[in-house]
């Protein structure tokens, strides 16, 4: 059994390949999204800072990952990035901002991770793509499934108003935005 809650030495790095240039400034589309927390979030809807963080797939305990998981820069860490933000959330729910994670998986492989993690937020499942193909996020294919790269989205009022791409190591997202949100909250932008 792999120990999902760290990665191995030597992955590879994922290189910006401009794949998210296109999202800054960008609204989110009226894409209702099933939550592990019950019911449906509709994007355009949020109001005030949220934070995305959109991630490939993570482990089951027990269940092999895709062949060649570690050898696709960026797939592996998704457990750790989950982990960061569960660590953070405390102190981004302070300043008053929404957190939600982002995957293609269904609704109950999410909700197994979430509760295995102890996640205080909503993890969204965007199964059928809508929401990842009206943004055009970047994606890759592994094991027959389309997924979604490692990114993060901070919108404001369903716009988006920063983009973290790519994402390396994975557990060092949750920092950057809980740094880029207190600066924008105690000191907002003109």
Request: proline fraction near 8%; aromatic fraction near 8%.
């Amino acid at each position: 059994m792999k120990d999902y809650a760290s990665t191995p030495e030597n992955l590879p790095v994922p290189q910006d390949d401009g794949a998210a240039n296109h999202l800054h400034g960008s609204h989110l589309p009226a894409v209702a999204l099933t939550s592990t927390q019950g019911g449906r979030v509709d994007m355009s809807a949020l109001n005030g800072y949220a934070v995305i963080y959109c991630y490939p797939m993570t482990g089951v305990p027990g269940v092999a990952l895709p062949e060649g998981w570690d050898q696709i820069p960026g797939a592996r860490g998704c457990t750790p990035q989950n982990l960061a933000y569960r660590d953070h959330y405390e102190q981004l729910h302070e300043i008053g901002i929404q957190v939600f994670g982002l995957s293609t998986q269904a609704t109950a492989y999410q909700q197994e991770m979430a509760e295995r993690l102890h996640l205080p937020f909503a993890v969204l499942s965007d199964a059928d793509m809508a929401f990842t193909n009206a943004m055009r996020l970047p994606t890759f294919q592994a094991a027959g499934m389309q997924l979604i790269k490692r990114l993060t989205l901070i919108t404001k009022d369903a716009q988006v108003v920063a983009v973290k791409y790519p994402i390396f190591p994975s557990n060092s997202d949750a920092e950057w935005a809980l740094n880029w949100l207190e600066g924008a909250v105690q000191s907002p932008p003109n």
